[in-house]
């Protein structure tokens, strides 16, 4: 089976053309493929997939073999793939996801995403007790659910034991689903820093409906302008938010390597 590495600022993650390959058990593919001893080796795995309602539809599943509904740096680097492989001709597209229809804008080096509208899950820095903590954090959906917790200061992000404390976070009851985590360091209106804990993938580098979810939190509380850079473990992204509501993700997508997986 072809498979291609791409990775976006460092979220990486096994992808498989699905116009030209088949996946019978994608589920259990990605905890195999994923895996970066007996595998190829990413965050998950991620299908390139045709659509009936746009030109390209992305899965994506986590290493646990999961599946989410949304993947921001996935999306910009399936609108990477699709652009660069010729399976669109048009640099400006639509892509089907779990969670909706994303428009793809692919530039020479960047690709924007628009992922749509945030929704605030509950309460702006509603209280919760994780591992006996008693802290607070504000939970987000943006296709996918997201819970920011706010720190204060860049030692303590940088010092944040996560696979230590994740687990605890991610498997809160107060999200029956899983969550993914982001913990966030406000430096100024226009300059977040974050890290996170990913539902079932566990830590990554990036992770871009994270980025779209901790500028929206610092937005709604105040703390940050309508576009703003958020630094993460991987680099940066681009976040904007539009006058309809709408956020643009811009970060960039590459393609490290592509080779032939034996499965089975
Ligand atoms: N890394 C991805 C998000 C994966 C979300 C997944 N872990 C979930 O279960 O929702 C991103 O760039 O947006």
């Known amino acids: 089976m072809k498979f291609t590495k791409m990775q976006g600022l460092g979220n990486d993650y096994v992808y498989i053309d ?23 080796g990413g965050d998950g795995l991620i299908l390139i997939c045709p659509s009936e309602i746009a ?6 599943f986590n290493a646990d073999g999961s599946e ?26 639509d892509i089907e996801t779990g969670a909706g229809i994303r428009h793809a804008e692919v530039g020479e080096s960047l690709v924007t995403i628009d992922m749509g509208e945030a929704v605030l899950d509950g309460e702006l820095e509603e209280a919760i007790t ?13 296709g996918n659910p997201h819970a920011v917790y706010l720190v204060d200061s860049l030692e303590t992000l940088r010092g944040l034991d996560l696979d230590k404390i994740g687990p605890a976070y991610e498997h809160h009851p107060r999200f029956p689903e899983g969550v993914n985590s982001e913990f966030l360091y ?17 830590e990554t580098l990036a992770c871009g409906t994270g980025a779209t979810a901790v500028a929206f939190a610092a937005m709604r509380l105040g703390r940050a302008n309508e576009k703003v850079t958020v630094h993460l473990l991987g680099g940066d992204l681009m976040l904007e938010q539009l006058s309809d509501g709408h956020f643009r993700m811009t970060g960039p997508a590459v393609e490290v390597f592509s080779g032939s997986y034996f499965s089975e």
Request: aromatic letters at 8%; one cysteine or more.
């Open 68 to 93: 989410g509904k949304m993947c921001g740096n996935g999306a910009r680097c399936v609108a990477r793939y699709a652009y660069d492989h010729g399976l669109v001709t048009s640099r400006s597209f």
């Open 55 to 60: 030109p390209v539809r992305m899965r994506m």
């Open 18 to 40: 699905c116009f030209s390959e088949q996946v019978a058990k994608p589920e259990e593919l990605a905890i195999r493929i994923a895996d970066r001893h007996f595998g190829v």
């Open 130 to 142: 994780v591992d006996g903590k008693a802290t607070r954090m504000t939970p987000v959906n943006v």
């Open 186 to 202: 406000i430096e100024s209106p226009t300059e977040l820093h974050m890290r996170v804990y990913e539902r079932g993938s566990g």
